[in-house]
């Protein structure tokens, strides 16, 4: 028997858009879960747009104050996809409320915010998810188990990259994205989060950092009203840029192995080119998001002139088999966050977790926050 789910979403940006589509998407994908989720009412404070949410989506109500969601008994379990200044307070309340919580990283401005969410939800006995959807891929989980099984031998060194072009124009408006207040750190936070997520979840444990951050574009235009997105503001008053456009770390890992992370927000030419490239003693294997069903593989005792082949992965990996019924047939980026909203609500059905959790969150958080420390100080920063 299917039971039926109140859920709900704080924030209607782009982000809030995807997780209402993949919990539309979740019965078709996922029939067998045993949990509909339905949705109930969506938060926004920009005026009109949860209005408009719910005539488009068909929420069953909207606000434009999410403490009402927290009060709210028809509501289960609320996708958080405010801005991450309030990532803790939202979180906190939810989960204090009793509501189950799928939260956008990096869950706060800082490890202190993210643990505060963590030990919440911890309290509270109720579930907890993190949109680190780039570890969904059936790829990466198929990279996983290749490199757990001592597929390419023991691993040396990783790089991880990455790059985009979305803050690249000069025209950029200052949104919170750009303010330490609000948006906390920059490009760490945004997308070398990722990075280092995937570097845990491919290679385990970091123990040391040793990290150099930039702001290129010092100063933006002040948008005129609300924005959604990577709006521009030609015309407006300049303000300072506050937070890291640029980030590149070297990493030591607990397993001795080495690597290095760079993520950019300024990158001419780059529009989402994320990945990884992992060594090993016997082997390497290769993963670019922007072919995201595709792994680059090179195994063997050739050592020299080993041969790489392009491997298209299929039903055998990760969940590909609920979108497609054989390799090479695409997979996109919102199939990701389809996924993650199946891991959320399995985690709920079942009582313990399953995908990325807020402890997840916060092993990130403290390696953003050492390589904030790092780049000031200029040493290698030792981790718990």
């Known amino acids: 028997m299917v039971e039926t789910l109140g859920v709900a979403v704080v924030g209607f940006g782009w982000m809030g ?3 209402t589509r993949a919990y539309a ?12 989720p339905k949705l109930v009412t969506v938060a926004e404070e920009v005026a ?21 969601v927290a009060a709210d008994p028809r509501v ?6 405010a801005p991450n200044f309030l990532h803790r307070e939202i979180g906190v309340a939810m989960a204090e409320a009793g509501k189950h919580i799928w939260i956008e990283k990096p869950v706060g401005l800082t490890a202190g915010d993210a643990r505060a969410v963590a030990d919440a939800v911890a309290k509270a006995g109720v579930r907890g998810t993190v949109g680190f959807n780039y570890r969904n891929a059936p790829a990466v989980e198929a990279a996983r188990s290749l490199i757990a099984s001592g597929g ?4 040396t060194h990783v790089r991880i990259r990455l790059f985009s072009d979305y803050a690249a124009h000069p025209e950029s408006a200052l949104t919170w994205r750009y303010e330490r207040e609000r948006g906390g750190s920059g490009v760490l936070g945004d997308l070398a989060s990722h990075g280092v997520d995937l570097a845990r979840y491919l290679l385990g444990d970091i123990a040391a950092l ?7 574009v010092p100063e933006r235009a002040r948008p005129a009203g609300a924005t959604a997105g990577h709006t521009r503001a030609a015309g407006g008053t300049l303000g300072p840029v506050e937070n890291e456009d640029y980030v590149g770390c070297l990493l030591r890992f607990a397993s001795g192995a080495r690597g290095v992370l760079e993520a950019s927000r300024i990158s001419v030419g780059e529009q989402n080119t994320y990945g990884f490239e992992v060594h090993g003693t016997t082997g390497a294997v290769f993963w670019d998001f922007r072919r995201m069903g595709e792994l680059r593989v090179g195994t063997g005792t050739g050592y020299q002139d080993q041969p790489v082949s392009t491997v298209h992965v299929g039903p055998g990996a990760g969940e590909f088999a609920a979108f497609q019924p054989g390799a090479a047939n695409a997979m996109g980026y919102d199939d990701l966050k389809v996924i993650e909203a199946h891991r959320f609500l399995r985690s709920i059905a079942e009582g313990r977790p399953y995908g990325a959790t807020p402890e997840d969150a916060v092993r990130a958080a403290e390696v953003l926050d050492a390589m904030a420390r790092s780049a000031a100080s200029g040493t290698w920063v030792t981790l718990a």
């Open 17 to 19: 858009r995807v997780h």
């Open 48 to 68: 009109d747009r949860a209005a408009e949410a719910a005539a488009h989506y068909g929420f069953e109500s909207a606000t434009r104050d999410w403490r009402e």
């Open 210 to 216: 040793t990290a150099d951050t930039a702001i290129f």
């Open 152 to 155: 390419i031998g023991t691993v």
């Open 25 to 36: 998407r979740l019965p078709h994908h996922f029939p067998g879960l045993g949990l509909r």
């Open 76 to 81: 289960a379990a609320v996708s958080i996809t």
